[in-house]
């Protein structure tokens, strides 16, 4: 009898376990309990990889470390079975350790390999059984193919002073985003176009050479000067203006206004003033004065001024001085270079959220016009709660600044820099005539489609150092490089992530917005507690066993004597 019940719950079991899988297989679903959904993918990313025609493969480099890249690792796996879920095609991905070598040759071989790919490493501090600090080498990469073409993946950038457990949360966060985008370049079939104005004075295509390089992962880039056709700008998705130094023609401004108030984009990068480098160099004074572009009124129609002035922050970079007397030698000493700031990222904002810190060289300050006028003005970067405006004409005295006092001197704070804005935008010609030598034009249009641009109260963001060796070779130093330190800023990330906040569907930069708690265990607590947890996570499970286990018997014995 009971050898029968026991049948019959076996084939029922079995049945039941049939229907399950064939019901998961025609109707398919898959259900993400965690508050954050952190398992679960945007509706684009999905639509996404059900159109990709070939297969994928993903190269994953990140090799041994410590709990946080084990962490990490675990998080890529996830993600990655989740795409290949949903593609079409097979997705493949493997791991790559360049640590695992024979040899130390063998082992640096393999480095320089994925360093001339562009796949920089990292360093990761650990304690090894003796509790002494080791440093471990990985590279936090892969990489995405498809067919002949691959693209490399970041899977974690160093955030400055964030702890470990803080920068792979943010690394995680950003997972999808990232691998998304190459997998976006990787199926794009055209590109959409984007200029830098040229004529003048703005900075010279070796001076943007490493931001125009990445640029041309997701755009077709041009450059040139503004010509006398009214629509010579309609073509372009988005324009960069980087720097100029000389004013803007009534035509070139004309020209700008209507390509804005037909929905063209721009990524302004202004300076307000202007300085000598040259007098710095030798003195360590330069004067400031305004420098007149002939776009305040433009800007103003628009909603914001770039004011003349210089910004200095007591969060900023290092730099040699010369720190001797005007009769001494030349003594140079590394001091804190506050007209160097290090700008803060918004992290409510998808251009900046997640970014490092950006490094910007004698800013100025952006001001509203009117909170009345419909246009939405968000806050990009800003320095610091130590702050400093001086406002031109004035003079830059290295060795006064050197003087100063920190307290008295930097008595500002959270000053803008760069913001984003959003909204209908007021021509500066309503109701005025258009310039002479404008040709192809039939009529101005006093007030923008829904638009936005980004204003930047400096034009070096986007500018690259040139290092100029002894035999005249040239080596671009990548944007936002600190040569004193060896740290690059997240300067490049920023002029990447502001063109596609302009140019792209915003659906697509809202992947950037995942936002993960990250739920630490209180260290204090574990150290003053430690015996006890032990003790339960020990001794608790074994008596859920026991008590199973004896129910369980009890259970047979009672249905043996029945």
């Excluded at 009971?2 to 229907?19: E, G, T």
């Excluded at 990889?49 to 990140?62: D, H, M």
């Excluded at 607590?525 to 947890?533: E, M």
């Amino acid at each position: 009898m009971h050898n029968k019940n026991l049948l019959k719950y076996i084939i029922f079991a079995a049945i039941l376990a049939i229907a399950v899988l064939l019901f998961a297989k025609i109707i398919f679903f898959r259900i993400d309990l965690t508050s954050e959904k952190r398992y679960t993918i945007t509706k684009n990313s999905k639509e996404l990889l059900k159109n990709i025609s070939e297969p994928l493969q993903v190269n994953i480099y990140l090799g041994e470390a410590d709990a946080n890249i084990a962490r990490l690792k675990t998080a890529v796996n996830e993600m990655l079975d989740e795409f290949s879920v949903y593609t079409a095609k097979s997705l493949i991905y493997k791991y790559i350790n360049p640590s695992d070598a024979a040899t130390d040759r063998e082992r640096y071989e393999n480095y320089n390999k994925l360093e001339q790919r562009g796949l920089t490493p990292m360093s990761v501090s650990v304690r090894d059984n003796q509790g002494k600090i080791i440093q471990n080498t990985i590279f936090a990469w892969a990489e995405v193919m498809l067919k002949n073409d691959t693209i490399p993946v970041c899977l974690m950038q160093p955030l400055g002073r964030t702890s470990g457990e803080e920068n792979v949360n943010t690394a995680i966060e950003s997972l999808e985003y990232q691998f998304i985008d190459a997998i976006r370049i990787l199926t794009r079939k055209s590109f959409d176009k984007i200029a830098f104005i040229e004529g003048h004075g703005e900075l010279l295509e070796l001076d943007v050479f490493f931001a125009q390089e990445e640029l041309h992962r997701y755009y077709e880039i041009y450059r040139g000067e503004i010509g006398d056709t009214a629509d010579c700008l309609a073509d372009y998705k988005a324009i960069i203006i980087a720097k100029p130094t000389e004013k803007f023609s009534e035509s070139d401004k004309f020209i700008l206004d209507q390509y804005i108030m037909n929905g063209g984009k721009v990524l302004w990068l202004l300076d307000a003033i202007r300085i000598s480098p040259e007098e710095l160099s030798k003195s360590g004074i330069s004067p400031v004065v305004p420098l007149d572009l002939n776009l305040i009124d433009m800007l103003f129609h628009y909603g914001i001024r770039v004011e003349p002035s210089v910004v200095q922050d007591l969060q900023c970079i290092l730099t040699p001085v010369n720190v001797a007397l005007l009769t001494e030698p030349a003594h140079f000493e590394n001091v804190p270079l506050p007209y160097f700031p290090l700008l803060m990222p918004s992290p409510y904002h998808p251009i900046t959220k997640n970014l490092m810190q950006v490094k910007s060289e004698y800013p100025s300050y952006l001001s509203q016009v009117s909170e009345e006028n419909g246009i939405d003005m968000q806050v990009l970067l800003i320095t610091s709660n130590a702050s400093h405006v001086d406002a031109a004409p004035t003079n830059i005295d290295l060795k006064n600044m050197i003087q100063s006092k920190p307290d008295v001197y930097f008595n500002m704070q959270f000053i803008p820099v760069a913001v984003a804005m959003e909204g209908e935008f007021e021509s500066v010609f309503a109701h005025r005539l258009p310039p002479k030598n404008v040709i192809n034009f039939s009529k101005i249009k006093e007030k923008s489609v829904k638009n936005k641009m980004i204003v930047v109260a400096d034009g070096d963001i986007i500018r690259n150092e040139i290092q100029r060796s002894e035999k005249g070779s040239i080596g671009i130093l990548p944007l936002g490089f600190d040569r004193l330190t060896g740290q690059t800023y997240g300067n490049n990330n920023f002029i990447i992530n502001a063109l596609q906040y302009l140019t792209e569907d915003s659906s697509w930069i809202d992947i950037r917005n995942r936002a993960l708690r990250l739920r630490l265990l209180n260290k204090l607590a574990i150290t003053q507690h430690r015996v006890f947890w032990q003790t339960i996570n020990v001794i608790v499970p074994l008596l859920l066993l026991a008590m199973f286990g004896g129910g369980f018997l009890a259970v047979r014995k009672r249905r043996e004597m029945a």
